[in-house]
């Protein structure tokens, strides 16, 4: 499904059958009973943000498997076809016969709760970097109505900050297997409260697939780019941004904890490392903890990294 603001493309894959429909929650309902009756197996679409929300939410109550991925994935399979045109219609084409080929796209559908509990998430963080734009421009304020408004802007902010934190500690809270999730989260170093929600919002494919891929989609693994005598250096890239700043904060708290990775951030930076590279390492150290932990139901030890 190609998704647009007003419109969504579907084709459906092998057959190229193809329909268009509004983007309005009326329309959408109707999808999973067209898709069922054409023998649909999967869905994949481009991660699009709001414009998808709807479809997504409606796909995910009609237990539709789902997969939602990277549009560059997209563009690379139209880059190999060797494909120059772009219509709404050839993109949906072209995302289902990537459906049809990479069947790992499909991922376990969120949610309400879980789609409710990724959107307070979501909203705590623009509050945090709207609090931020705020201090800076107090910093840069003289006049006093500029130093007072700034100042009842911050209070403000922080207040409907607190009581979104306060909404998804509730949430957490009234669902006892979210609420347990928490709690093995936050037996690790240097997470809390709010990284805990963020990973449980943000990360909901923690404890369900590989360490690697867990690590990747955290955006803490290294991807080497070597060819021939050049062997080149490793970088993280990809995942996602809001999951690896949860992770590196957490990373900074527990490198200076005596029971949690101080000693091997003290290592790390004896043997030459950068800080942020040794910082990286921990993070993907504390994702991968995360990933057994809640695999296995069992609260962090230091040898469960």
Not at 165 to 179: G, K, L, N, S
Request: net charge positive.
């Amino acid at each position: 499904i190609d998704i647009g603001r007003d419109w969504l493309d579907v084709a459906l894959a092998p057959s190229g059958r193809h329909f268009r429909i509004a983007n309005t929650p009326a329309a959408v309902a109707t999808i999973p009973g067209r898709l069922k009756r054409a023998g649909v197996e999967r869905v994949v679409l481009e991660a699009t943000g709001a414009p998808a929300a709807c479809l997504v939410r409606t796909l995910g109550e009609a237990d539709i498997p789902l997969g939602v991925v990277d549009p560059r994935r997209i563009k690379a399979l139209r880059l190999a076809e060797g494909g120059r045109a772009k219509t709404d219609k050839l993109d949906a084409g072209l995302i289902a016969r990537f459906a049809l080929i990479m069947t790992d796209a499909v991922r376990p559908a969120p949610s309400p709760e879980a789609l409710e509990l990724r959107a307070l998430s979501t909203r705590r963080r623009q509050l945090v970097e709207m609090i931020a734009m705020e201090k800076t421009r107090l910093k840069q304020a003289f006049e006093p109505i500029l130093l007072a408004s700034c100042r009842e802007m911050i209070a403000c902010l922080g207040e409907e900050r607190m009581r979104i934190e306060a909404m998804i500690e509730t949430r957490i809270q009234a669902a006892p297997r979210d609420r347990r999730k928490a709690e093995l989260l936050r037996t690790l170093p240097g997470v809390g409260p709010v990284i805990a929600a963020t990973l449980m919002a943000d990360l909901p494919e923690l404890g369900t697939i590989d360490n690697k891929a867990i690590a990747s989609l955290a955006g803490v693994a290294p991807h080497i780019q070597q060819s021939g005598a050049h062997a080149g250096r490793a970088h993280i890239e990809g995942g996602r941004p809001c999951v690896r700043a949860a992770l590196y904060m957490a990373a900074l708290s527990a490198a200076r904890s005596e029971a949690g990775f101080k000693a091997e951030y003290q290592a790390m930076r004896a043997r030459g490392k950068p800080a942020k590279v040794a910082l990286i390492a921990i993070a993907r150290k504390l994702v991968v903890a995360a990933n057994a932990m809640l695999r296995h139901g069992a609260p962090w030890t230091p040898d469960a990294s």
